[in-house]
């Protein structure tokens, strides 16, 4: 059974930094690209960053560019989100999801809370 | 980027009635490779999205024939052939044909 449980989530202040984590099991985590997904407090979905297995190749969202870095290590089975430069904007429940360009998000985790906010 | 747009937002309907919801991309989601890279996703209340139709029209593990998908180049559609209760929550269609990947506003199904 695919699991994926995210970390990190909490209060920062605007500016500040977070990392979240995303353990997965049940799966060959190396062989599945991985992404991102968020959802602020009432709205919809928003795809924030995808990591291809190998952990070579990324994508981002123009809104996170060049403050958020997408990361894995396939030898912890983790998926990782550095978020610098926080603002009230990224306020969200922070999904992360297995990717492929087939099925797109195929399994999810139960998201964790990120709230920036002085 | 591709925008999709989803109708109706909301979506009152009768237990045991068929529901359905379009999906209009503002450019064709037809893929060099030839396959069209449309998925629909379900949101129950208080849950994380779920997976149900992926390529238009396949459904996903575990995921119930009262639901298809079917359209094709900028126009897609979800159906739900008889609602049950709990199919309530939010629908978002989800492109996949090329980066940023976009996500339709959502549809919430609610039983009247």
């Known amino acids: 059974e695919v699991q994926l449980l995210e970390s990190g989530g909490g209060l920062v202040q605007p500016g500040g930094s977070l990392r979240l984590s995303c353990a997965a099991s049940g799966f060959t985590f190396s062989n599945y690209a991985m992404s991102w997904v968020r959802q602020a407090p009432g709205k919809g979905l928003e795809w924030v960053s995808v990591i291809l297995g190998s952990g070579v190749n990324t994508f981002y969202a123009d809104s996170v560019k060049g403050r958020f870095t997408i990361s894995r290590d396939n030898s912890k089975n983790t998926l990782y989100l550095q978020m610098n430069s926080l603002r009230a904007e990224d306020t969200a429940i922070y999904y992360c999801a297995t990717y492929t360009r087939t099925r797109g998000f195929d399994y999810w985790g139960q998201g964790t809370l990120i709230t920036v906010s002085s | 980027d591709i925008v999709m747009t989803q109708t109706p937002l909301s979506s009152p309907v009768t237990l045991g009635q068929p529901a359905s919801i379009s999906c209009r991309s503002s450019?064709?989601?037809?893929?060099?490779?030839?396959?069209?890279?449309l998925s629909w996703l379900q949101q129950r209340p208080g849950q994380p999205p779920r997976l149900l139709i992926y390529?238009?029209?396949n459904r996903f593990s575990g995921v119930p024939d009262r639901f298809s998908g079917s359209g094709a180049g900028t126009d897609f559609t979800l159906k739900i052939s008889r609602v049950e209760a709990e199919d309530v929550g939010v629908y978002y269609c989800?492109?996949?044909?090329?980066?940023?990947?976009?996500f339709g506003q959502g549809t919430k199904v609610e039983i009247k």
């Open positions: 390529k238009i029209s």
């Open positions: 989800m492109q996949g044909t090329q980066f940023p990947l976009t």
């Open positions: 450019q064709s989601l037809v893929h060099s490779d030839g396959n069209t890279y």
